[in-house]
């Protein structure tokens, strides 16, 4: 079975540009979790779907961040302008509702801001 | 809020030595408690759960008990192996939260030949 998969998995760019990271969840899973992994801040919830819609987005650090999930098989993570303080590692996560806390992650999207 | 403590690392160990990873946490209601790890260059993976107090969950060699009257799931194993070289999250999700979880700052281990 394929497992949750995003991409790009390397991404380097200039500040100030758009980034845009890519998830596909598991199929049959309807939560849909963005996580953002710092050495400094750890692993910090960004925002979370179920059935597509977006439950809790308090941790999306500022308006420069934005997530969509269009359909049950695709999420976008979009940062516009970026700047450097975003470079981290991006995880996207699904789960199937009713199974608590058992969520399956990506490999992960590293952005590098310059 | 809820929150998830655990030891500050990171834990470097010689193969076959005892590990115990501390964790404690703060949660309002009756959480499940996990813990994740994390291979070099990979996504977090499930390694054990419990759901309730006094549960014990394991996998891999890896043992961890829910004790609510603590407040802590501490991580053991018996004899590390070099293939366990990792990092270690705690987790809690409440129930009824839409699987939604709350991680520690994880923990670095190393284990040597």
């Known amino acids: 079975d394929a497992g949750v998969i995003q991409s790009p998995r390397h991404e380097v760019t200039e500040m100030g540009q758009e980034v845009t990271l890519r998830c596909k969840p598991i199929s049959g899973h309807n939560s849909l979790f963005w996580y953002r992994q710092t050495m400094m801040r750890g692993l910090e919830l960004l925002i979370y779907f179920n059935n597509n819609v977006p439950i809790d987005d308090s941790g999306m650090p500022e308006d420069r961040f934005s997530a969509k999930m269009p359909n049950a098989s695709f999420s976008t993570l979009k940062i516009q302008p970026s700047e450097p303080r975003d470079s981290a590692v991006y995880f996207c996560?699904?789960?199937?509702?009713?199974?608590?806390?058992?969520?399956?992650f990506g490999e992960g999207s590293r952005l590098t801001v310059l | 809020g809820d929150s998830v403590t655990q030891m500050e690392g990171p834990v470097t160990l010689s193969e076959e030595a005892f590990l115990t990873i501390n964790c404690t946490y703060t949660?309002?209601?009756?959480?499940?408690l996990f813990w994740y790890v994390q291979y070099p260059g990979e996504g977090l993976q499930l390694l054990l759960k419990?759901?309730?107090?006094?549960d014990k969950g394991s996998n891999k060699g890896f043992e961890a008990t829910y004790r609510k009257e603590t407040t802590s799931f501490h991580l053991e194993k018996g004899s590390v192996q070099v293939s366990d070289s990792a990092v270690y999250f705690c987790a809690l999700s409440e129930y009824g939260a839409n699987s939604k979880l709350t991680f520690g700052k994880g923990i670095t281990l190393s284990v040597r030949p």
């Open positions: 996560a699904s789960s199937s509702q009713g199974v608590t806390g058992e969520l399956f």
């Open positions: 949660a309002t209601g009756y959480p499940s």
């Open positions: 419990a759901t309730k107090a006094d």
